[in-house]
């Protein structure tokens, strides 16, 4: 800019906060951020801006909810419900549905943004893990990212258990169940959760304590948590796309001021109005259809929100034959136990895991500021995919029955289905993803040896015809070429016969033997010149991959 | 068209850098869109424009604006709605004009939010100039003579405290340290009551032992919901299955815990089919029996009753249990069959004789 000075409205405050404490050093520094750009790298935010609707909404709500499992004779304005015995919190979720204007628009994009929420957080994770994000140095931010989606898991629980209506305390039940087959303290938690027996304890200390955990304890703990990500994501800088430009010791992109902060404002903006949208013309969680909760009473298709349906999903799988064990007079509910805790245990022990033991494998302990294309980590990729299908089969087995009623199939014949299709699945999931990673791999090597096909055939003066190669544009060069080959490993032992200390005793022959199968079947993507021609050779990894490059 | 890449009479390429083709031909190579064209760069790259066109640029402006105005309008709208016609005196009241506020106010709090979200989004990619940057990235480790400087001034530290060479100091330091952060957890202690047996009986147990006490067989059923006694003549067609729980529940000290526990499912079913658990020979009346409604998996009421199969089904998880051999377990993740609970007639009610002969609901530690 020209040496105009700022305007005092700005200089002004500026000033009094600079002086105060040298602010301008750190506005000075962060002011034209650069944050490389890319529409992945927005998922992320839709989860951080539905938070803030989430805290906006959820604060407007907390003014007329009561926390209350006081028995109340409803006298709203819904006169359906009039005169029927509930707890005060679900006549106060109806009186904000019904009598406070705006109540119903604010719950509804309340649920909505919880949805939004765990869905972004979900897809942010899986853009963050097959593009290799969560390497080095940003292993921290992977651990606190899955830890939210955990206690988002657990706050949506306790949120929409909070009304009290005949679904959420279907919900309660469940827990309750779950809790009392953990061994040895299941009683024990379960009393001291719900303060005596279901549903209201002896002075109806439930619906009081979810509150207190849902409206401070765990937004709390989110909040940090999500300030905590967003610091180290700030000091770290962002990951970039493999292209131009972006290195480990580079990052080019426009600055946060202006371009950037106007973006993500505008982003803000549309997450909004999304669920606003959703609020306004959506349903969601009716309450008043299915009445106050009454512990004889269900409706059939009960279902949790979408993020608690992998675990309805393992509950509805798990044979109940020969899985409760009874040792020594004490019950032990494999049945219960097994599905509570080994899926999530699996996805989630296995993703905070994962970095680590990819380091531990691939001994690559550099830091990485370049994504990954999924293509070129097919183990990391095709073991993603995997945990997705398993994930999804059971998320989609949380449904089953709505599945056999709209399908018109069995419902056990559903369940016999998945039984199997979360073991098989996986595996197939798996082969399919490494084999279209290897072979987009080959395509690379393809166009960085070769370059493309022109579309033009040239006839040589014998008269043969071929066809010409032209070499690829200079961007997508260094996308392709952004593939980091597999080294050959190093040798076992020295010259001495004396074993490297990484291939040492059972766990070096472990280790090594891991990262010939994550890098045995790697084709190596050079660049090549254009009159290199058709080699074939030259392109093929040293496994067991095809020797022709399919033209 | 001076691009050779193309023969003569080639169609223009498209946007998205495919080229319209000849029905019947083959459709281009996918890597066409990799191929270098000419005049590749010459492009200004997506996102923010660097160089501006003052016509075009004074038609985004009024574009951005034209959005601007339809967000103030609609906020207006918003608050306009809110004051003169979504209802008086703090509500709406009723579910017609709840369901009408909700699609005004929320339809113009979203049309205001998007169209604001349009406008700055259409300011940034046509009317800022800010250039993309390059800045550069650090090694996120401290230099080496750091870590060294802050190691010796952290031992010095500790050298200085005294606590490594005085392990009494640090022992007792510990010893004091260890209650304290357990006092919490005892405090703790009074967020609920001790399991004790109260998980292995139900009302029913109660009010059996009051009717006996008496001098009556056994405490009579009532109809959930109504409450209203049960007679043999009133549930007499096979197939009929209702929620019953015992006389007197309701005013019981924490009713709903002990509704939560004591609700039964009684069913018809038919004489010929009825096979009864050894034992239990007596605890039908001519088919008519009674099961705990709350499922041995993790506790959802079994509230499905299939006539055809006799089979009882757990909304939740699937549990199935058949009703004439002792709901036993014939499907899903359930194990143990719903406990029964043994009936009886007299004076042509129905009566339970005793509770339950074992803990209902999901299985616990201490169940046995």
């Known amino acids: 800019m020209s040496d105009a000075s700022a305007p005092k409205a700005v200089s002004g405050p500026l000033n009094f906060l600079d002086e105060r404490l040298g602010s301008t050093n750190f506005f000075q520094r962060n002011v034209k951020k650069v944050f490389p750009d890319h529409w992945s790298f927005m998922l992320g935010e839709i989860a951080l801006y539905s938070f803030i609707i989430l805290l906006l909404t959820g604060t407007f709500l907390t003014l007329w909810f009561h926390p209350s499992m006081e028995e109340v004779v409803y006298n709203g304005s819904y006169t359906k419900l009039k005169g029927v015995q509930m707890s005060d919190a679900y006549s106060s979720a109806l009186h904000i549905s019904f009598d406070v204007r705006g109540g119903l628009l604010m719950r509804q994009i309340h649920h909505w943004a919880a949805v939004l929420f765990m869905a972004s957080i979900l897809a942010h994770m899986l853009r963050v893990f097959f593009t290799g994000a969560y390497r080095k140095p940003r292993e921290l931010n992977w651990l606190i990212g899955i830890n939210m989606f955990i206690l988002g898991m657990l706050e949506g629980l306790f949120g929409y258990s909070l009304p009290d209506d005949l679904l959420s305390g279907t919900g309660l039940r469940i827990t309750q169940g779950v809790t009392e087959s953990i061994p040895l303290v299941g009683t024990y938690i379960y009393m001291f959760l719900f303060g005596g027996e279901f549903p209201t304890g002896d002075n ?15 937004p709390g703990v989110i909040l940090g948590l999500v300030t905590a990500h967003m610091m180290i994501m700030w000091h770290q800088k962002h990951t970039a796309m493999p292209s131009k430009n972006q290195s480990n010791e580079q990052v080019y992109g426009y600055p946060f001021y202006p371009v950037f902060m106007a973006k993500t404002g505008a982003y803000f903006l549309f997450t909004f109005g999304v669920v606003a949208l959703l609020g306004a013309f959506a349903q969601i969680n009716p309450i008043w259809l299915f009445g106050p909760y009454d512990p004889g009473a269900i409706s059939s298709g009960s279902q949790p929100d979408w993020y608690m349906g992998v675990l309805e999903g393992a509950l509805r799988l798990m044979p109940g034959q020969g899985t409760e064990w009874v040792i020594a007079g004490h019950t032990i509910s494999m049945n219960v136990l097994i599905p509570a805790l080994v899926p999530l245990g699996i996805v989630f022990g296995g993703a905070m895991a994962w970095p680590f033991i990819e380091q531990w494998i691939t001994g690559d302990k550099r830091r990485h500021d370049i994504n990954d294309r999924p293509r070129n980590a097919p183990v990391r990729t095709s073991i993603g995919i995997a945990a997705v299908t398993f994930y999804g089969l059971l998320w989609l087995a949380g449904a089953n029955d709505v599945l056999a009623d709209k399908f018109h199939v069995s419902l056990f014949g559903t369940t016999w289905f998945f039984r199997f299709a979360i073991f098989i699945g996986p595996v197939i999931a798996y082969i399919i993803t490494k084999r279209i990673c290897l072979g987009l791999q080959r395509k690379d090597a393809a166009i960085a040896g070769h370059g493309v096909e022109a579309g033009i055939i040239v006839m040589a003066p014998d008269g043969g015809f071929s066809e010409k190669h032209e070499p690829a544009r200079e961007e997508e060069l260094i996308k392709i070429l952004s593939k980091e080959n597999a080294r050959p490993e190093a040798p076992a032992t020295d010259a001495n016969g004396i074993p490297a200390p990484s291939q040492k005793g059972p766990m070096g022959h472990l280790r090594s033997r891991l990262q010939r199968a994550m890098t045995f079947d790697d084709i190596p993507v050079e660049e090549h010149g254009e009159e290199h021609g058709h080699d074939d050779d030259h392109a093929v990894g040293s496994g067991s991959g095809p020797k022709q490059l399919g033209h | 068209m001076s691009d050779n890449k193309h023969t003569a009479g080639s169609p ?26 000419d005049g590749e760069g010459a492009k200004p790259p997506a996102g923010p424009a660097t160089e501006l066109d003052e016509k075009s640029a004074k038609n985004a402006e009024r574009v951005v604006a034209a959005f601007f ?71 996120m480790a401290s230099p080496a003579d750091t870590r060294a400087a802050f190691e010796a001034d952290f031992l010095e530290g500790a050298e200085d405290s005294g606590i490594t060479k005085r392990p009494l100091l640090r022992r007792t330091l510990l010893l004091a340290a260890a209650p304290l952060g357990l006092a919490p957890l005892v405090l703790l202690r009074d967020l609920g009551p001790l399991p004790e047996k109260r998980l292995r009986s139900t009302f029913w147990g109660e009010a059996v032992k009051k009717a006996k006490a008496e001098g009556k067989q056994g405490v009579r059923l009532v109809v959930d919901g109504t409450n209203a006694p049960l007679k043999v003549s009133d549930f007499n067609s096979p197939g009929g299955m209702i929620t019953v729980l015992p006389e007197g529940i309701e005013e019981a000290p924490e009713a709903a815990n002990e509704i939560a526990k004591a609700v039964t499912i009684l069913i018809n079913v038919p004489a010929e089919q009825f096979k009864p658990v050894k034992g239990r020979e007596n605890w039908h009346v001519n088919g008519v029996v009674a099961y705990s409604k709350i499922c041995t998996h993790v506790g959802c009421p079994a509230a499905l009753y299939e006539q055809t199969t006799h089979h009882i089904l757990c909304p939740c998880h699937q549990s199935t249990f058949d009703a004439t051999d002792g709901a036993k377990v014939v499907f899903g993740p359930a194990h143990r069959p719903l406990p029964q609970l043994p009936l009886g007639v007299e004076d042509g009610y129905l009566i339970a004789t005793d509770d339950f002969p074992e803990p209902i609901g999901p299985s616990f530690w201490e169940r046995g």
């Open chain 2, 69 to 139: 105005v339809l967000a103030f309008a609609a906020s207006v709208g918003f608050i306009a709605y809110y004051i003169g016609w979504s209802g008086r005196n703090g509500g709406m009241h009723g579910v017609v004009r709840a369901r009408e506020s909700n699609l005004w106010l929320g339809g113009t709090l979203a049309l205001a939010m998007l169209a604001m979200a349009f406008g700055v989004t259409i300011w940034v990619r046509r009317l800022m100039t800010s250039k993309p940057i390059i800045q550069e990235r650090h090694e």
């Open chain 1, 204 to 218: 109806g200390d439930l619906i009081p304590r979810l509150y207190s955990l849902h409206i401070l304890l765990i």
């Open chain 2, 12 to 37: 223009e390429p498209r946007e998205d850098g495919g080229t319209g083709r000849v029905v019947g031909t083959p459709s281009p190579a996918k890597g066409e869109s990799l191929l270098a064209k």
